[in-house]
């Protein structure tokens, strides 16, 4: 149990456009959700964590305008990246949590963003 | 600031060694305590975790890790490593309180040699 999948794996789009980031939890209710950002040969950066109903809450130096995430069911949270960048390319990884302890986290497989 | 370190950012080993990959955190009140592993382009699989009791605790893949509150260590052991080991590992924090969140470790990149 406690399987979330993302989709795409993979997308590539144009400078300017946007690309929206599906996150699900399968198999159990998310309470909680997380996004982060990989960068290359990097750690893992939290953007932002979101609860089922509520706004997301950004960490300090992410840009709520262009990162919107919205947590619409308790199965579902999506990131749309507005206004896309080149230097928004990034391995995007969600994350979900069946309570609200948050160290209890089940990782999604990740979206790798490229932006031409 | 509340902190984790993993002092290797790549080791390498040959296949059928033993391995130890570290991890500190910063002091304080003992935190949960987590190990992960991402394989190239994939999402991260926890491989073992550490709340509280017996310090020396056991994880998927035949990996286990060691609590030291002494040197606020949580460091990852294999006896013996397969190929399929190579990945990159990350040790993670969650210090709880309003602001709880896990924090990684930058990494170390696992290569195996035959």
């Known amino acids: 149990g406690a399987v979330v999948s993302q989709h795409p794996s993979w997308v590539i789009c144009k400078s300017g456009t946007s690309v929206k980031i599906e996150c699900r939890s399968l198999d159990f209710q998310a309470t909680t959700m997380f996004w982060y950002r990989q960068f290359p040969k990097q750690s893992l950066m939290l953007m932002a964590t979101?609860?089922?109903?509520?706004?997301?809450?950004?960490e300090q130096g992410v840009e709520k305008d262009k990162f919107l995430i919205n947590h619409a069911s308790l199965t579902l949270s999506t990131l749309t990246v507005t206004s896309a960048h080149p230097e928004d390319s990034s391995f995007y990884i969600c994350s979900a949590s069946r309570s609200v302890r948050s160290y209890e986290q089940y990782f999604g497989p990740g979206t790798r963003l490229t932006v031409t | 600031a509340q902190s984790v370190t993993q002092p290797d950012i790549h080791i390498t080993v040959s296949e059928g060694a033993s391995l130890e990959l570290r991890c500190n955190y910063s002091y304080g009140a003992t935190p949960y305590l987590f190990w992960y592993v991402q394989s190239p382009g994939q999402g991260l699989q926890l491989l073992l975790k550490y709340f509280s009791g017996d310090t020396l605790v056991q994880g998927i893949k035949g990996f286990e890790a060691e609590f030291k509150r002494s040197q606020s260590s949580f460091n990852l052991r294999k006896p013996s490593v397969h190929w399929s080991d190579a990945a990159e590992y990350f040790c993670?924090?969650?210090?709880?309180?309003?602001?709880?969140?896990?924090?990684f470790g930058k990494g170390t990149k696992l290569s195996v040699k035959p």
């Open positions: 979101s609860n089922e109903g509520s706004k997301a809450t950004y």
């Open positions: 993670a924090v969650y210090y709880g309180g309003s602001q709880g969140n896990l924090i």
